[in-house]
């Protein structure tokens, strides 16, 4: 039995690195848990403990990692002197970049199951959260939630160009992040000048209201569901 006094974390660390050693031969699978419990030295009875949903908590905390490793790499290196849409589109590289395409492309497959779509939809939404604090975001409206959807779709449809793409250092992947990041920065524009408009900003005010509303619930101060995407 594991020692409830001791943090599980640097256990359920020290399995997913032996998971990553079989993952790219037998996916986020059983026999892949199997074979991280008996390299890593964990009995394999304190392992399903620690992760109750085996191989899948693994995956999990494989992509938590990445996105840990991104934000850090952006804080050690900003890189203030970019424009901001260089900026946001180098942290979607930054996070690729850092990613072994192997593992990745098992995690897509595993995270396309039904039983585990809406796990992977939050893993993705966590990194466009991750992304958007990295970068200094402050909004704190109904741009919170457009900004980390916008990004979402960005990063999940240039994850699988990547996982297509043979051209000599991924060059085409970059093209295409670039053309999808111009895209966002044409809506966040239209949306700056939409509510500037004496027209519309009214007909967005009630929307706008609506997210607050949702974003600080009745006797809460913070998001619903916004701790669990990170």
Known sequence: MPDPHVSPEPRRAALLDAALMH???DGWSDETFRAAARDAGIDLAEARLLCPR???DLAVDCHRRGDA????RLAADPGAGLRFRDR???AVRLRL???DREVVRRGATLFALPQHAATGAELVWGTADAIWRALGD????LNWYTKRATLSAVHAATVLYWLGDDSPGQAETWAFLDRRIEDVMRIESAKAKARENPVLGPLL???MKLAERIRKPRGTGDLPGRGAAR
């Open 97 to 99: 970049e850092g990613a």
């Open 205 to 207: 005010a009630g929307p």
């Open 69 to 72: 490793e991104m934000a850090a």
């Open 88 to 90: 946001v589109a180098r």
């Open 138 to 141: 402050g909004s704190d409206d």
């Open 54 to 56: 085996g191989a899948v």
């Open 23 to 25: 993952v790219p031969f």
